[in-house]
């Protein structure tokens, strides 16, 4: 089935810093990736979608010059969180679809700590 | 009122045991319907889909879609140990993956040896 690498899994970074997540479809071309932060308890709120070669739709709410989002090829996009704070701590996940199947497969997330 | 409800529990149940679990919405407009498995620190799994209202059974869990209600129910029957995890639905008005998804919460399920 379709498999969407995530990394890296966990990261700390000190605040002010900026870290950058990697989702990868590994068996299918990604046409639309989708990125969500999950904080404890709390259901997945997305954050953007991004289509192969076009800029970012954020959601209302997400700055975008800060969680910066690019989708250069059809099994690439990363998620950069830039100038980092604690209050950016939390769980990120990103999911892909051909837009042909139907199904949205999920990475395994990225736990993020700023301290 | 959210787009979806979910009761997040927590739930907790004996092995064997029949599971309900169950999701409302108000979004007239949502045609496909999902449940997915989180285990902790991990992204979620796909485990059922649905279409327009009915039942849709996969082994031993069943998918049930009340439109008229705005309602929709995930079933576990026999309940291992293995199916502790939090469950999410989530809820689209567009099917192809192309549009996106509305999650619920998530209902956190425990069952017990």
């Known amino acids: 089935g379709a498999v969407v690498s995530q990394h890296p899994s966990w990261v700390i970074c000190k605040s002010g810093t900026s870290v950058k997540i990697e989702c990868r479809s590994l068996?299918?071309?990604?046409?639309?990736m989708f990125w969500y932060r999950q904080f404890p308890k709390q259901s997945l709120m997305l954050m953007a979608t991004s289509n192969e070669g076009s800029k970012a739709t954020y959601e209302q709410g997400v700055e975008k010059d800060k969680f910066l989002i690019n989708h250069a090829s059809l099994t690439l996009s990363t998620l950069t969180v830039t100038s980092a704070h604690p209050e950016d701590s939390s769980f990120y996940i990103c999911?892909?679809?051909?837009?042909?199947?139907?199904?949205?497969?999920f990475g395994s997330g990225t736990r993020l700590t700023v301290v | 009122q959210k787009e979806v409800e979910q009761d997040p529990g927590p739930l907790s149940v004996p092995e064997g045991a029949i599971v309900s679990l169950n999701c409302t919405y108000s979004n007239s407009a949502f045609q496909y319907f999902m449940w997915y498995r989180q285990y902790s620190r991990k992204g979620p799994e796909l485990l059922m889909y649905?279409?327009?209202?009915g039942n849709k059974e996969d082994g031993r869990f069943t998918a049930q879609v009340d439109k008229s209600s705005k309602y929709i129910s995930l079933f576990i029957r026999d309940s291992q140990p293995s199916d502790s995890a939090t469950y999410l639905c989530?809820?689209?008005?567009?099917?192809?993956?192309?549009?996106?998804?509305?999650f619920g919460k998530g209902t956190k399920l425990s069952v017990i040896p």
């Open positions: 649905t279409y327009s209202s």
């Open positions: 068996d299918f071309q990604a046409t639309t």
């Open positions: 989530a809820m689209s008005n567009s099917g192809a993956g192309s549009y996106q998804l509305t």
């Open positions: 999911s892909a679809t051909n837009q042909v199947n139907y199904g949205y497969t």
